[in-house]
Structure formats: structure tokens, C-alpha cells
């Protein structure tokens, strides 16, 4: 039971471009987040699913472009990436009111 | 929405000494607030939560205590050690809507020896 994964563990991109985080959970945890963290703001909600197929926006979503097409996989697409979303990204699963983060993405945007 | 303020931003206390993190929260239908206990370079980690049906909960050295008319929860640690050493984060969410937790910005704490 790996609980919660996400790779990549650091990523640099330069503006305008393209990537996804992934996100992974061996739980069969309906429920899954993606939070963006940066200092000084604490974490701030980008999008969540309540199961598969099914994704909303958080607080924070402009950006950023999620898919769920199984329970498993919840991953997280920067169309086109600017220094403002240079940022640590938590993926996260719930089960019961218990959230459960994974490692972290740590992303630089040049 | 909601929105949790966290007091202080930073707090360092000597080694056995105690520890108060406080939170408000703005949205009267919010009935569940974790405690997270980040590291350094680490994922959150949930450490306690409460409930509003519930004034007070304790775990060994930690405890958390609600006041819903106030609107506002606090962490409580005693007998601080070294380990204690970290970010700690309040968060605020319906029940139900769990994984829309609201969270604080944070408190870092430093236990001095």
C-alpha cells in the first residue's frame, strides 16, 4: 500500500510551457485534491473530484485543467505555465474526513 | 466562502514550555477542523481534529478546544520538545465537503532547548 504518489518530485519549466503532475492512489479513495502551497498562504484548493468522471474548481483553478477517468489516477495540467504557478503542489486523498497528501511536487516556472 | 485566519505566524517557546496556535473561521455551516503538522520539506500531516458537536478533544500532549459561538479553535501542546518543531496549519471544512478544506497560513513553531 503505496497511499498517495506523485512524481515528478521537481520539475523547472520555462513560460508558455506545458506539463502534468501526476497524482496516484492505491486507497480506492473516492475522493481526491489537488492544493497548490506557497509561502506566507498556506494551501489553497485547484480543483477536486468526487469520484471518477466527476471533477470541480477549488479556490484557485485558473490555469490549471484536471481529468479523472479512474479512481486511481487524479492528474494535473498546466496548459501553459507562468512564474506565478511556480509553486509546491499537494495531490490528495480523503477517506472519511482524513485527508492524506502525497510528497509533493515542488515547480519552478522560469 | 470560507475564510480561516491563523495567529501567530511564528512562535517560539522553550523546551517544556507550552504551546497555543489560534484559528477563526468565518463560515457559520463549517463543522470539522483538522490540525496539520507539516515539516520541513514534508507533506502535511493531520495531527488532531475536532468536530462542532464537541468542545474539546485531547491526544497525549496535544489538545484542541472549539468555541462555535466564537467562531474560533485552538491547538494546544504541552510539555513542548524539540520534535515539536514545525509549520502547523488550521483547516475548516463542512462535513461532507471534507475535501474542501480551508486552511490557515500557518504558524511556525520553534521549540528552543
Known amino acids: 500500500n503505496a497511499g498517495v504518489t506523485q512524481t515528478p518530485k521537481f520539475q523547472v519549466l520555462k513560460t508558455g510551457q506545458s506539463m502534468t503532475l501526476q497524482c496516484a492512489q492505491d486507497m480506492n479513495h473516492e475522493y481526491m485534491s489537488w492544493y497548490r502551497q506557497d509561502p506566507g498562504m498556506g494551501l489553497r484548493l485547484i480543483h477536486y473530484?468526487?469520484?471518477?468522471?466527476?471533477?470541480d474548481q477549488g479556490e484557485v483553478p485558473n490555469g490549471y485543467n484536471v481529468s479523472r477517468s479512474t479512481t486511481e489516477d487524479f492528474p494535473l495540467r498546466l496548459l501553459s505555465a507562468a512564474p506565478s504557478q511556480t509553486s509546491v503542489y499537494f495531490c490528495?486523498?480523503?477517506?472519511?474526513?482524513?485527508?492524506?497528501f502525497g510528497p509533493g511536487t515542488r515547480l519552478l516556472v522560469l | 466562502g470560507e475564510n480561516v485566519e491563523q495567529h501567530p505566524s511564528t512562535l517560539s517557546v522553550q523546551e517544556g514550555d507550552s504551546a497555543v496556535i489560534k484559528c477563526t473561521y468565518s463560515d457559520s455551516a463549517s463543522n470539522y477542523f483538522p490540525w496539520y503538522k507539516q515539516e520541513l520539506g514534508k507533506r502535511p500531516q493531520l495531527i488532531i481534529d475536532?468536530?462542532?458537536?464537541?468542545g474539546e478533544k485531547k491526544d497525549q500532549r496535544i489538545a484542541v478546544t472549539l468555541n462555535k459561538t466564537a467562531k474560533h479553535f485552538s491547538l494546544h501542546i504541552t510539555e513542548t520538545q524539540p520534535e515539536d518543531s514545525a509549520v502547523y496549519f488550521c483547516a475548516a471544512s463542512v462535513t461532507g465537503g471534507g475535501n474542501k478544506l480551508t486552511f490557515g497560513t500557518g504558524t511556525q513553531l520553534k521549540v528552543e532547548l
Open positions: 473530484s468526487v469520484g471518477a468522471g466527476i471533477t
Open positions: 475536532i468536530r462542532s458537536n464537541v
Open positions: 490528495a486523498s480523503l477517506l472519511g474526513e482524513t485527508q492524506y
